[in-house]
């Protein structure tokens, strides 16, 4: 005969391992469900910044052309060019958004530089001085901080992809920016 203890036992060992069973398969969910929202945001940023309307407004703001700041104020200021404003307030808001997304570890590095993420580093290496100076005069040294991020990060990573030169001297697009990235590396003209 089996004793009642021993029958106890094995029902308590057999709850345990049930227990067990379950908290793996929850983990095991909770892991797809995390890898199923980030792929899901990735989808949507790709799909946000292969729009027509994305793309129109980053060449557009990629093209602008000044000679300083001055010159960028009297052109291009809020208070007298609504459309290049609208245009590059929603260019460095998606960034911004993109960066704090990236910050927070929403997203993955390789899908942002993969999805396009690596043109921030061109409008981030144009717009600088325009930012700081916006900053300074009138939004705080924490605006678009995020987009700075993201900028940092693509530019990290597009080193290591060959989108640079070794001393930035190969005249490559992206050699244009090492001033703004590494300004103590980059040898004078």
Known sequence: MVDVSLLQSLSYVAAAIGVCAAAVYYVMILRATE????????????????TKEFQRDYVEI??????????FRKRYDHSVNHESFAQRW????????????LREGLVDREIMFNSLGFGSVMIWGRYKPVIDDIRVRELGSRWLENFEYLAEQMWQMSKTRGYTSPGFKDGLIFDRYGDVF????????
Not at 45 to 50: F, K
Not at 65 to 70: A, M, Y
Not at 90 to 101: A, F
């Open 35 to 50: 890898r199923n929202r980030k792929i899901q945001l990735s989808t949507n940023i790709t799909q946000r910044l292969g």
């Open 62 to 71: 990629s093209t602008l052309d000044w000679r300083d700041l001055d010159d």
């Open 90 to 101: 929603s260019v460095w808001g998606t960034y911004d958004n993109l960066g704090y997304l």
């Open 182 to 189: 590494e300004p103590m590396s980059t040898p004078p003209p």
